[in-house]
């Protein structure tokens, strides 16, 4: 995707470097587009770029993630107004201070979620089981907290643009025919330790995995174009094995080992 319309957040697992290449799987013209886990939207913004829908819902259950969109979509002005002032602030007993606040405006959460991801270790978002954001200091000399062109960018695209919190088998029902479907679940971990599945309270592990592998059935045989992404595991594989699946290459530099920081394989799924 163009330099124009990135991400707005960091992101575990971002599409940003295959959005290209999912991008090849989706029909031209899409009717309704459907993204159940939004995450960075490096997708969702890569279709708006090229225009290919007239109308879009991205979800999530990450509330504090679709609080902060829904905020550059109807509030971009205070919300740049509240990142300005905390450009400066990014000293480490700054960055933990903030981290420990709870609560606020829609304004003040939707900062505070770009200040933490901008700042904090490796742009990773992670809570603990009662919610609690609980990522550490990320030693970055120079953050950028306040984008003003980035997100005024991203603003515009999601002008119109349905953003709810909201179960994926739930949004997925109300996709037809003419309809795209684009699902990047939390990934199953390729080892005990590798899992970044944690970014809400709410579990997502191999039980609700198969829920979504029946899911995905179900758009097919109402022939909605759909596209999903997950890690090459023996699971995924049985899961989708009676869909054309391929394997993708892509450089995640998110571990906490740096010579692991290299290109993985995953696995593209299609409906098709």
Not at 13 to 38: D, H, M, N, W
Request: charged share 30%; glycine share 6%.
């Amino acid at each position: 995707m163009s330099e124009r319309l990135r991400p707005i957040l960091k992101w575990a697992g971002g599409k940003r470097s295959l959005a290209e290449r999912i991008l090849k799987e989706l029909p031209a013209q899409i009717e309704t587009y459907y993204e159940p886990f939004v995450g960075g939207a490096a997708v969702f913004l890569a279709l708006a770029e090229q225009k290919r829908f007239g109308r879009a819902v991205i979800t999530d259950k990450n509330r504090e993630l679709i609080n902060l969109y829904t905020v550059v979509r109807d509030d971009l002005v205070k919300l740049l107004k509240k990142l300005e002032s905390m450009q400066e602030l990014t000293r480490e007993e700054e960055y933990y201070e903030i981290r420990a606040q709870k609560g606020g405006t829609k304004i003040e959460r939707a900062a505070r979620f770009i200040y933490l991801n901008k700042t904090g270790y490796n742009g990773l978002y992670r809570v603990n089981s009662k919610g609690g954001f609980n990522v550490p200091y990320g030693r970055y000399k120079r953050p950028k907290i306040y984008d003003p062109e980035r997100l005024t960018i991203a603003a515009v695209a999601l002008q119109g643009v349905t953003i709810e919190v909201r179960d994926f088998e739930e949004v997925c029902a109300e996709a037809k025919r003419g309809d795209a479907v684009y699902l990047d679940p939390p990934y199953l971990p390729l080892s005990k330790t590798a899992s970044f599945s944690a970014y809400h309270s709410e579990a997502f592990g191999l039980p609700e995995h198969e829920r979504l592998a029946k899911v995905f059935a179900k758009l097919s045989k109402r022939h909605v174009a759909a596209v999903l992404s997950n890690s090459a595991t023996p699971d995924t594989r049985r899961l989708y094995q009676n869909f054309k699946c391929s394997d993708v290459y892509v450089r995640r530099p998110i571990n906490s080992v740096a010579s692991r920081r290299g290109a993985v394989s995953e696995l593209l799924v299609v409906s098709k």
